[in-house]
Nanobody, 124 residues
Framework: QVQPVESGGGLVQAGGSLRLSCTASGRTLSSDIMGWFHQAPGKEREFVAAISESAYAVYADSVKGRFTISRDNAKNTVYLQMNSLEPEDTGAYYC??????????????????WGQGTQVTVSS
């Protein structure tokens, strides 16, 4: 079992920044994909970004140029630096770990392990 635990959410004004962190404990593999999904109130969970062990990253179009995902393999930790935040970025952010042989999928059902989520609220 792998247990991701997120931190770093909060309340910020539009245009501001937040940095989310997620550390995965348990039986992690170096080849695991680590990523982030966003779920706005009343909406489905959607892909934000994910990163492989070799630091290959994929982003949703809506966050390109604003968010940066990074990873510390030695700490089993993934980060999401969120800049130029918009009210539409409000919602819960979930960290996920995928055992997908290095392939980065945008579908939530491709990921096995999920954190409890951290709330981000962007005020206008």
């Amino acid at each position: 079992q792998v247990q991701p635990v997120e931190s770093g959410g909060g309340l910020v004004q539009a245009g501001g920044s937040l940095r989310l962190s997620c550390t995965a404990s348990g039986r992690t593999l170096s080849s695991d994909i680590m990523g982030w999904f966003h779920q706005a109130p009343g909406k489905e969970r959607e892909f934000v970004a994910a990163i492989s062990e070799s630091a290959y990253a994929v982003y949703a179009d809506s966050v390109k140029g604003r968010f940066t995902i990074s990873r510390d393999n030695a700490k089993n930790t993934v980060y999401l630096q969120m800049n130029s935040l918009e009210p539409e970025d409000t919602g819960a952010y979930y960290c996920t770990v995928g055992r997908t042989s290095g392939v980065i999928w945008r579908r939530p059902d491709a990921y096995i392990y999920w954190g409890q989520g951290t709330q981000v609220t962007v005020s206008s």
